[in-house]
Protein backbone atom coordinates (compact mmCIF):
# COMPACT_ATOMS: atom_id res chain seq x y z
CA UNK A 1 0.00 0.00 0.00
CA UNK A 2 1.24 3.14 -0.73
CA UNK A 3 2.40 5.86 1.98
CA UNK A 4 -0.14 8.86 1.58
CA UNK A 5 0.18 10.92 4.74
CA UNK A 6 3.32 10.39 6.47
CA UNK A 7 5.80 8.05 6.89
CA UNK A 8 8.44 7.44 9.59
CA UNK A 9 12.10 7.02 9.59
CA UNK A 10 12.24 3.54 10.12
CA UNK A 11 9.97 2.97 7.12
CA UNK A 12 11.48 5.05 4.72
CA UNK A 13 14.50 3.02 5.45
CA UNK A 14 12.35 -0.24 4.95
CA UNK A 15 10.89 1.02 1.71
CA UNK A 16 14.78 1.74 0.15
CA UNK A 17 15.77 -1.31 1.15
CA UNK A 18 13.14 -3.29 -0.24
CA UNK A 19 13.96 -1.37 -3.98
CA UNK A 20 10.48 -0.12 -4.38
CA UNK A 21 9.89 2.77 -6.46
CA UNK A 22 10.60 5.87 -5.31
CA UNK A 23 11.84 9.64 -5.04
CA UNK A 24 12.69 11.16 -2.17
CA UNK A 25 12.81 15.34 -2.11
CA UNK A 26 14.35 17.49 0.36
CA UNK A 27 12.52 20.43 0.58
CA UNK A 28 14.59 22.51 3.31
CA UNK A 29 13.95 26.42 2.41
CA UNK A 30 14.69 29.29 4.10
CA UNK A 31 12.37 32.61 3.59
CA UNK A 32 15.18 35.10 4.65
CA UNK A 33 17.98 33.08 3.15
CA UNK A 34 16.75 31.56 -0.32
CA UNK A 35 20.18 30.21 -1.09
CA UNK A 36 20.25 28.83 2.55
CA UNK A 37 18.51 25.51 1.70
CA UNK A 38 19.95 24.22 -1.54
CA UNK A 39 23.14 25.15 1.02
CA UNK A 40 22.17 22.81 3.85
CA UNK A 41 21.13 20.13 1.12
CA UNK A 42 24.23 19.67 -0.39
CA UNK A 43 26.44 19.50 3.19
CA UNK A 44 24.25 16.84 4.06
CA UNK A 45 20.75 14.96 3.04
CA UNK A 46 18.91 11.26 2.36
CA UNK A 47 21.12 9.83 -0.18
CA UNK A 48 19.36 9.53 -3.75
CA UNK A 49 17.33 12.90 -2.19
CA UNK A 50 16.67 15.43 -5.01
CA UNK A 51 16.58 18.93 -3.75
CA UNK A 52 13.14 20.71 -4.53
CA UNK A 53 13.38 24.75 -4.07
CA UNK A 54 10.71 26.50 -3.37
CA UNK A 55 11.09 29.35 -5.58
CA UNK A 56 12.77 27.97 -8.63
CA UNK A 57 10.77 24.91 -8.56
CA UNK A 58 7.50 24.90 -6.47
CA UNK A 59 6.43 28.35 -7.36
CA UNK A 60 5.66 29.78 -10.71
CA UNK A 61 7.92 32.73 -11.81
CA UNK A 62 7.10 36.11 -11.27
CA UNK A 63 8.72 39.62 -11.64
CA UNK A 64 8.66 42.43 -9.45
CA UNK A 65 5.21 43.55 -7.35
CA UNK A 66 3.44 45.66 -8.86
CA UNK A 67 0.34 48.41 -8.30
CA UNK A 68 -1.10 47.86 -4.70
CA UNK A 69 1.56 44.46 -4.37
CA UNK A 70 -0.05 42.60 -6.87
CA UNK A 71 2.33 40.06 -8.15
CA UNK A 72 2.62 40.58 -12.24
CA UNK A 73 3.56 37.09 -13.99
CA UNK A 74 6.07 36.97 -16.87
CA UNK A 75 5.31 33.86 -18.35
CA UNK A 76 2.52 32.74 -20.78
CA UNK A 77 1.78 29.37 -18.60
CA UNK A 78 -0.36 31.95 -16.03
CA UNK A 79 0.05 30.58 -12.34
CA UNK A 80 -2.90 28.89 -10.74
CA UNK A 81 -2.87 31.57 -7.98
CA UNK A 82 -0.92 34.91 -7.24
CA UNK A 83 0.93 35.90 -3.89
CA UNK A 84 4.32 35.76 -2.98
CA UNK A 85 4.69 32.52 -3.84
CA UNK A 86 2.08 31.89 -6.55
CA UNK A 87 1.31 28.27 -7.17
CA UNK A 88 2.07 27.15 -10.75
CA UNK A 89 -0.31 25.83 -12.59
CA UNK A 90 -0.86 21.97 -13.62
CA UNK A 91 0.87 21.16 -16.90
CA UNK A 92 4.07 23.36 -15.55
CA UNK A 93 3.95 21.12 -12.19
CA UNK A 94 4.03 17.93 -15.07
CA UNK A 95 6.95 19.53 -17.20
CA UNK A 96 8.79 19.91 -13.88
CA UNK A 97 7.83 16.19 -12.57
CA UNK A 98 8.57 14.36 -15.77
CA UNK A 99 12.53 16.58 -16.30
CA UNK A 100 13.02 15.52 -12.44
CA UNK A 101 12.55 11.92 -13.71
CA UNK A 102 9.73 11.49 -11.36
CA UNK A 103 6.83 8.66 -12.68
CA UNK A 104 3.27 8.08 -11.76
CA UNK A 105 4.54 4.79 -10.41
CA UNK A 106 6.41 6.22 -8.10
CA UNK A 107 6.01 6.53 -4.11
CA UNK A 108 7.31 10.25 -3.34
CA UNK A 109 8.34 11.03 0.33
CA UNK A 110 9.04 14.74 0.98
CA UNK A 111 10.89 16.18 3.83
CA UNK A 112 12.63 19.54 5.03
CA UNK A 113 14.29 20.70 8.44
CA UNK A 114 11.80 23.08 9.18
CA UNK A 115 9.30 21.34 10.89
CA UNK A 116 7.37 20.35 7.28
CA UNK A 117 6.93 23.66 6.61
CA UNK A 118 8.27 23.87 3.38
CA UNK A 119 8.08 20.13 2.37
CA UNK A 120 4.70 19.82 2.72
CA UNK A 121 4.14 22.00 -0.03
CA UNK A 122 5.18 19.36 -2.67
CA UNK A 123 2.94 16.74 -0.79
CA UNK A 124 0.21 18.79 -1.74
CA UNK A 125 1.09 20.11 -5.32
CA UNK A 126 1.14 15.90 -6.03
CA UNK A 127 -1.95 15.80 -4.65
CA UNK A 128 -3.04 18.19 -6.28
CA UNK A 129 -1.75 16.35 -9.56
CA UNK A 130 -3.37 13.45 -9.16
CA UNK A 131 -0.67 11.72 -7.41
CA UNK A 132 -1.58 10.01 -4.38
CA UNK A 133 1.09 8.16 -3.02
CA UNK A 134 3.01 10.88 -1.31
CA UNK A 135 4.22 10.67 2.09
CA UNK A 136 5.64 13.60 4.22
CA UNK A 137 8.97 12.10 6.37
CA UNK A 138 7.31 12.47 10.29
CA UNK A 139 9.93 14.85 12.00
CA UNK A 140 11.93 15.48 8.63
CA UNK A 141 16.20 14.91 8.82
CA UNK A 142 16.24 15.33 12.15
CA UNK A 143 13.94 12.10 12.85
CA UNK A 144 15.96 10.44 10.07
CA UNK A 145 19.88 10.76 11.91
CA UNK A 146 17.77 10.39 15.15
CA UNK A 147 17.56 6.74 13.49
CA UNK A 148 20.76 6.20 12.14
CA UNK A 149 20.08 6.82 8.49
CA UNK A 150 22.80 7.33 6.12
CA UNK A 151 23.55 10.89 4.99
CA UNK A 152 25.20 12.26 1.75
CA UNK A 153 26.50 15.25 0.61
CA UNK A 154 26.86 17.15 -2.58
CA UNK A 155 24.65 16.76 -5.77
CA UNK A 156 22.81 13.67 -7.19
CA UNK A 157 23.02 12.54 -9.93
CA UNK A 158 20.47 13.53 -13.25
CA UNK A 159 18.00 11.57 -13.48
CA UNK A 160 16.47 10.83 -17.02
CA UNK A 161 13.56 12.54 -18.75
CA UNK A 162 10.47 10.55 -17.14
CA UNK A 163 6.93 10.91 -18.69
CA UNK A 164 4.63 11.94 -15.62
CA UNK A 165 0.74 12.44 -16.12
CA UNK A 166 -1.39 14.56 -14.23
CA UNK A 167 -4.33 12.79 -13.03
CA UNK A 168 -7.72 14.63 -11.59
CA UNK A 169 -6.55 16.65 -8.94
CA UNK A 170 -7.04 14.93 -5.27
CA UNK A 171 -7.12 18.02 -3.35
CA UNK A 172 -9.19 21.32 -3.52
CA UNK A 173 -7.42 24.39 -4.55
CA UNK A 174 -9.73 27.51 -3.17
CA UNK A 175 -9.05 31.25 -5.41
CA UNK A 176 -9.65 34.50 -3.85
CA UNK A 177 -12.42 35.10 -5.67
CA UNK A 178 -13.80 31.65 -4.44
CA UNK A 179 -12.86 32.77 -0.74
CA UNK A 180 -14.30 36.44 -1.11
CA UNK A 181 -17.73 35.22 -2.16
CA UNK A 182 -18.20 32.89 0.36
CA UNK A 183 -17.16 35.43 3.20
CA UNK A 184 -19.28 35.42 6.24
CA UNK A 185 -21.34 32.62 5.03
CA UNK A 186 -22.09 29.31 6.41
CA UNK A 187 -20.53 27.48 4.07
CA UNK A 188 -16.44 28.90 4.31
CA UNK A 189 -14.30 28.68 7.35
CA UNK A 190 -11.01 30.01 6.78
CA UNK A 191 -8.39 28.64 9.05
CA UNK A 192 -5.16 31.04 8.52
CA UNK A 193 -1.64 29.30 9.97
CA UNK A 194 0.20 32.49 10.51
CA UNK A 195 1.89 33.63 14.04
CA UNK A 196 -0.74 35.35 16.37
CA UNK A 197 0.74 38.56 15.99
CA UNK A 198 0.78 38.25 12.20
CA UNK A 199 -2.88 37.06 12.29
CA UNK A 200 -3.98 39.89 14.80
CA UNK A 201 -2.31 42.69 12.75
CA UNK A 202 0.02 43.53 15.11
CA UNK A 203 3.18 43.04 12.79
CA UNK A 204 3.77 42.27 9.42
CA UNK A 205 7.26 41.73 8.14
CA UNK A 206 6.58 40.48 4.60
CA UNK A 207 3.34 41.77 3.12
CA UNK A 208 1.94 45.38 2.25
CA UNK A 209 -0.74 45.08 4.84
CA UNK A 210 -1.17 43.42 8.57
CA UNK A 211 -4.38 41.97 9.18
CA UNK A 212 -6.24 38.79 8.35
CA UNK A 213 -9.24 37.66 6.79
CA UNK A 214 -12.37 38.68 8.49
CA UNK A 215 -13.92 35.88 10.00
CA UNK A 216 -10.89 33.48 9.99
CA UNK A 217 -9.37 31.34 12.95
CA UNK A 218 -5.91 31.31 13.37
CA UNK A 219 -4.04 27.51 13.97
CA UNK A 220 -0.32 27.97 13.51
CA UNK A 221 1.15 25.29 11.88
CA UNK A 222 3.56 25.20 14.27
CA UNK A 223 0.70 24.03 16.84
CA UNK A 224 0.90 20.64 15.09
CA UNK A 225 3.99 19.30 16.18
CA UNK A 226 4.87 17.59 19.15
CA UNK A 227 8.57 18.74 21.09
CA UNK A 228 10.20 15.75 19.37
CA UNK A 229 9.23 17.41 15.72
CA UNK A 230 7.03 14.84 14.69
CA UNK A 231 2.77 15.57 13.93
CA UNK A 232 0.79 15.37 17.50
CA UNK A 233 -1.15 11.90 17.88
CA UNK A 234 -4.94 11.90 15.67
CA UNK A 235 -6.93 11.62 18.44
CA UNK A 236 -5.19 14.81 20.28
CA UNK A 237 -5.09 16.99 16.62
CA UNK A 238 -8.45 16.30 16.42
CA UNK A 239 -9.58 16.99 19.59
CA UNK A 240 -7.81 20.66 19.05
CA UNK A 241 -9.22 21.12 15.14
CA UNK A 242 -12.72 20.78 16.71
CA UNK A 243 -12.12 22.89 19.47
CA UNK A 244 -11.27 25.54 17.18
CA UNK A 245 -14.29 24.95 15.03
CA UNK A 246 -16.25 25.62 18.00
CA UNK A 247 -19.21 23.21 15.77
CA UNK A 248 -18.18 24.32 12.23
CA UNK A 249 -18.29 21.53 9.61
CA UNK A 250 -14.64 20.27 8.81
CA UNK A 251 -15.46 19.89 5.07
CA UNK A 252 -16.24 23.72 5.49
CA UNK A 253 -12.77 25.00 6.00
CA UNK A 254 -10.40 26.58 3.38
CA UNK A 255 -6.27 27.06 4.84
CA UNK A 256 -4.21 30.03 3.94
CA UNK A 257 -1.17 31.30 5.69
CA UNK A 258 1.36 33.78 4.07
CA UNK A 259 1.74 32.63 0.97
CA UNK A 260 0.40 29.26 0.99
CA UNK A 261 3.61 27.26 2.20
CA UNK A 262 3.01 26.75 5.64
CA UNK A 263 -1.10 26.48 5.66
CA UNK A 264 -0.49 22.62 4.22
CA UNK A 265 0.89 21.59 7.66
CA UNK A 266 -3.26 22.08 8.78
CA UNK A 267 -4.66 20.72 5.86
CA UNK A 268 -1.94 17.22 6.92
CA UNK A 269 -2.91 17.51 10.42
CA UNK A 270 -6.89 18.07 9.66
CA UNK A 271 -6.71 14.58 7.67
CA UNK A 272 -3.99 13.04 9.75
CA UNK A 273 -7.37 13.77 12.87
CA UNK A 274 -9.64 11.92 10.27
CA UNK A 275 -11.32 15.33 9.44
CA UNK A 276 -11.33 14.38 5.45
CA UNK A 277 -9.87 16.48 3.22
CA UNK A 278 -10.14 20.32 3.41
CA UNK A 279 -9.30 22.99 0.35
CA UNK A 280 -6.38 25.32 0.14
CA UNK A 281 -5.97 28.84 -0.57
CA UNK A 282 -2.96 28.69 -2.11
CA UNK A 283 -2.37 32.88 -2.46
CA UNK A 284 -2.67 33.25 1.00
CA UNK A 285 -2.81 36.88 2.55
CA UNK A 286 0.08 37.49 0.66
CA UNK A 287 -2.41 37.50 -2.75
CA UNK A 288 -5.29 38.58 -1.03
CA UNK A 289 -4.31 41.94 1.24
CA UNK A 290 -2.85 43.14 -2.73
CA UNK A 291 -6.13 44.02 -3.96
CA UNK A 292 -7.79 47.32 -1.94
CA UNK A 293 -11.64 46.35 -2.46
CA UNK A 294 -10.85 43.39 -0.05
CA UNK A 295 -11.45 43.65 3.31
CA UNK A 296 -9.43 43.25 6.28
CA UNK A 297 -9.29 43.03 9.89
CA UNK A 298 -7.67 43.11 12.80
CA UNK A 299 -7.07 41.98 15.78
Known amino acids: MPYTTLISAAELQS ?10 FDCTFDLSQPSLGEQQYRESHIPGALYAH ?26 ASGGRHPLPNRDRLEAWLSRVGFTNGMQAV ?8 YCGRLWW ?16 LQAWTAAGGALASGDEPAHFQSNFKLGEPLRQLATAADVQAA ?41 NLGPDGRFKPAAQLRAEFEALLGGRAPQTVVHQCGSGVSAVPNVLAMELAGLGKTALFAGSWSEWCSHPD ?6
Open 294 to 299: RPVERG
Open 54 to 79: LDRDLSAKHGAPGAGGTIVATEADQP
Open 15 to 24: LIASGAPLMV
Open 183 to 223: LGQPSQTVVDARAPARYRGEVEPLDPVAGHIPGALNRPFSE
Open 110 to 117: VYDRNGAN
Open 125 to 140: MLKWAGHDAVAVLDGG
